[in-house]
């Protein structure tokens, strides 16, 4: 009898917890949304993790944002003026922007969140992008005039990014930044679970208008089969997806709808030409006629992506089959190997970060195979990411796989390696008084046609001196039920269009 | 009593050690939590905005110094403050480990309630065609990683019944049983799968032995039943075995199942420390590592003073 009751008791559980299992609650007007990797701060001006700027746009403004073709448009200023001299850019705010507590955002925060930036204490990354900002000017309340050291073009498409957020003049003097999330953006965080939720609702304030949705809703599922899981339970409406191999799984799904556009980051691999025998132009540019871009392309990501040269911004990038060796050359990379005095090749170590990209391996992998066949003996070296960072910042590796961020203007993403005072010289280990200059003149050069044919030779130029050989650029995924509407994806991977994302009933 | 005073007495000592190991391998791995934060664009740092970080973060100091601030803390309560969370330490892990404690002793539980009446089946149906059949599905869940059996529930959950539990935000026991459970129930059986192999295979082998022991032939040829002699004569010795397995296993889920609570998206203390590692957040990583070394301890306490109720000849800490 007691068997009997224990055995009906436990049945009882199990079909109770199934029924709970099958209970899946939805808020009208919730978006709920989920990704692998969270955010790692709130501090629009400290961080650079993707999930941290994806996370902080929706709550933050800088003063200009891009839009999916890569155009400035405005976002806090409405309008803004470069001098004709170029050494002066002046901004108009827009009167109805509003932080989240009902406050308008004025210049004064304008100048004292730049001051923040440009501050050392702050610890601010993209400062590196201001030190041309030799003084701010406030003549109104809607007025902010940058004045500049020289002329420098790329500041505003640096502006646009969230790392140039404004934040509260207030809210900098309490020093309550990164701890409190107090924008002028669509949406307001209301609660941070760090690595588990973030509940966001939206801002009735925001100049830009009526949102679509009420609030958002981000699970942090760290298995991305798992976020599929759940998006065909439709326990979840939104995903963003890093690894191709799920995402090609989503058009499966009658359900479902898969967004992808190309990205601004590219896959390299980047040679150390301070090593042996990397310093050889020869050894280098063998390397580059060995590789098989689209066969590293096919097999680790599954085709999912474009070969591409140095330059990713689709205005601007040249059609890589008019560059140095893209179309693979064994006996010319043989010819190059035996001039350089290398005829029977080398061995060397090539580092990779585990999951960063999710290819990362499989990448080294094929590269690994296709240089063998000229002799060079690649060891491949996979590291947890923050080792391998330690190893890149140091420049202390043969070659690297890496999946590097792009942006939308060719100085702001290259000046680190390419250029002379660098930050990421020691990096690149690579000084090249060519690209140098050429970057020198991108900066200054206003005019979009002479600007374009200055980065198209810069393009050729690092191409043929091929210190890295740039591989492949992927897609940026987001995953969503198909009753979704409203989001646009953009190179830049913002999910800033979340901000009027309906749900269709 | 005495046992028990001195074994309690070697705590402090054991934590001691485990403080500096914890301290100094985690500094050991290259990278820190400026890195973990900016990531490659760390390189864009001048030296003064790399000092100015590295005290927000507290790693200015030598290491020395930095491990004294740390004890000096802890003997006064304070575990420090984790930089992820932006809160105490003690409390971001007392606020994951109901969920961590919770899923240990389900799993338990339902290795326990398959593993032993499997293993006692097997053993006195030794080498029959049942035994064959329970000692390969104990081999099979010994050697099925628990991400891949995770990961074929959820699909088949999702894919073929179109269910699963809610996941993301985890609803605590006492707020929601119901939706406690459904979120717990399978994250359990995948991680009970594999604990029940070994409890399975552990009680065969152990009711074996105890089954040719010479009591348990006295008291057959005494003329106890067959039931009486499994359940009151050979079980209580057999026991012994399957308390240790299960105190060390159960030792090891106190400390989080990463692998589980990562795919099912539960927000328990593995996961935490998985995620602290990874964002360098020292704090957080020194502070779980002792708090799931306290609780070993006493689990392994726990299961020698279980010895002693399982079978009176044994008198702890007697030379």
Same mark, same amino acid.
């Given at each position: 009898m007691a068997r009997h009751l224990t055995r009906t008791l436990l049945s009882a559980i199990t079909v109770a917890a199934m029924l709970g299992v099958a209970v899946v609650s939805t808020q009208a007007a919730t978006l709920h949304m989920a990704w692998s990797q969270d955010a790692t701060g709130l501090d629009p001006h400290k961080q650079t993790a993707f999930s941290s700027l994806r996370l902080l746009e929706l709550i933050y403004e800088p003063l200009v944002r891009v839009d999916a073709s890569l155009q400035i448009i405005p976002a806090i200023a409405t309008s803004w003026e470069f001098s004709k001299d170029g050494k002066e850019l002046t901004f108009k705010l827009d009167p109805k922007a509003k932080f989240q507590d009902g406050t308008a955002v004025t210049s004064a925060d304008v100048k004292a969140s730049f001051e923040r930036i440009l501050d050392e204490k702050t610890g601010a990354a993209a400062r590196a992008n201001f030190l041309s900002i030799a003084g701010i000017d406030t003549p109104d309340a809607a007025t902010v005039v940058f004045h500049l050291s020289q002329p420098d073009v790329p500041i505003l498409t640096a502006m646009s990014d969230v790392n140039a957020a404004i934040v509260p003049a207030s809210e900098i003097k309490a020093g309550s930044i990164g701890t409190k999330a107090l924008g002028s953006?669509?949406? #307001?965080?209301? #609660?941070w679970d760090p690595n588990a939720k973030e509940m966001l609702s939206a801002n009735k304030d925001w100049a830009g208008g009526a949102t679509g949705v009420d609030g958002i809703e981000i699970s942090v599922l760290p298995d991305e089969a798992a976020i599929l899981a759940a998006m065909r339970t439709k326990q979840i409406d939104f995903a963003l997806l890093n690894d191709p191999l799920v995402a090609t799984l989503v058009p499966k799904e009658a359900s479902l709808q898969l967004n992808r556009v190309p990205v601004l980051a590219y896959h390299v691999l980047q040679l150390n030409p301070s090593r042996k025998p990397m310093t050889e132009l020869k050894v280098r540019q063998a390397i580059s006629c060995a590789i098989d871009r689209q066969e590293v392309l096919d097999t680790a990501s599954l085709g999912e992506g474009k070969v591409t040269g140095p330059l990713t911004i689709p205005a601007l990038a040249t059609d890589p089959s008019q560059l140095f060796c893209y179309k693979r050359d064994v006996e010319k990379a043989k010819k190059l190997m035996a001039e350089a005095g290398f005829a029977d090749g080398f061995s060397a170590t090539v580092i990779g970060a585990t999951g960063e990209p999710p290819t990362a391996a499989a990448e080294a992998q094929v590269i690994q195979s296709q240089l063998a066949e000229i002799g060079v003996k690649l060891d491949i070296k996979m590291m947890e990411l923050n080792v391998y960072v330690d190893a890149w910042l140091k420049g202390d590796f043969d070659m690297a796989i890496a999946l590097n961020g792009g942006r939308a203007d060719p100085y702001t993403m290259y000046n680190r390696y390419w250029t002379k005072a660098g930050n990421l010289q020691k990096v690149a280990n690579y000084i090249d008084d060519t690209l140098d200059s050429q970057m020198q003149q991108g900066r200054a050069e206003t005019e979009p046609a002479k600007r374009k044919a200055i980065f198209a030779a810069f393009e050729k130029h690092l191409a043929e001196m091929s210190p890295w050989i740039w591989l492949y650029t992927s897609y940026s995924y987001t995953a969503q039920q198909k009753n979704i509407a409203g989001f646009v994806p953009t190179p830049t991977g913002t999910l800033f269009s979340l901000s009027k994302v309906t749900i269709q009933k | 009593m005495n046992y028990l005073m001195r074994r309690l007495a070697t705590f402090p000592l054991v934590l001691l050690g485990v403080s500096i190991l914890v301290f100094v391998a985690i500094r050991m791995v290259p990278g820190d939590s400026i890195t973990a934060m900016?990531? %490659?664009?760390?390189?864009?740092? %001048?030296p003064a905005q790399r000092d100015s970080l590295a005290a927000y973060f507290g790693i200015n100091q030598p290491w020395f110094v930095q491990y004294w601030r740390w004890i000096g803390g802890i003997l006064h309560g304070n575990f420090g403050i984790s930089? %992820?969370?932006?809160?105490p330490v003690l409390d971001v892990i007392l606020e994951r480990f109901p969920l961590t404690l919770e899923l240990a002793l389900l799993s338990m539980v339902i290795a326990l309630a398959v593993g032993m009446p499997a293993g006692i089946h097997a053993a006195t149906h030794s080498d029959k065609p049942s035994d064959l059949g329970v000692r390969v599905v104990a081999m099979i869940g010994q050697s099925t990683p628990s991400f891949v059996l995770g990961l074929l529930i959820i699909y088949t959950l999702s894919a073929g019944f179109g269910v699963l539990p809610a996941m993301g935000e985890f609803a605590p026991l006492w707020q929601d049983p119901l939706r406690n459970l459904s979120q717990l129930i399978l994250p359990a059986i995948t991680l009970g799968f594999a604990f029940a192999a070994s409890v399975t295979r552990i009680s065969r082998s152990a009711m074996l032995d105890v089954l040719s022991d010479d009591y348990v032939r006295t008291a057959r040829s005494k003329g106890a039943s067959a039931r009486s002699v499994i359940w009151r004569h050979a079980l209580p010795n057999a026991l012994i075995p399957v308390v240790t397995l299960s105190g060390i296993e159960f030792g090891y889920l106190l400390g989080g199942a990463v692998i589980v609570e990562q795919i099912y998206a539960l927000p328990g203390l593995g996961r935490m420390v998985l995620d602290a590692i990874l964002q360098r957040d020292y704090a957080l990583v020194q502070g779980a590592v002792l708090f799931i070394a306290f609780n070993f301890m006493i689990v392994n306490l726990l299961v020698d003073l279980a010895y002693v109720a399982l079978d009176p000849r044994i008198r702890l800490g007697e030379q």
């Open positions: 953006g669509p949406f #307001k965080l209301d #609660k | 900016l990531g %490659t664009e760390a390189g864009l740092l %001048t930089v %992820t969370y932006g809160r």
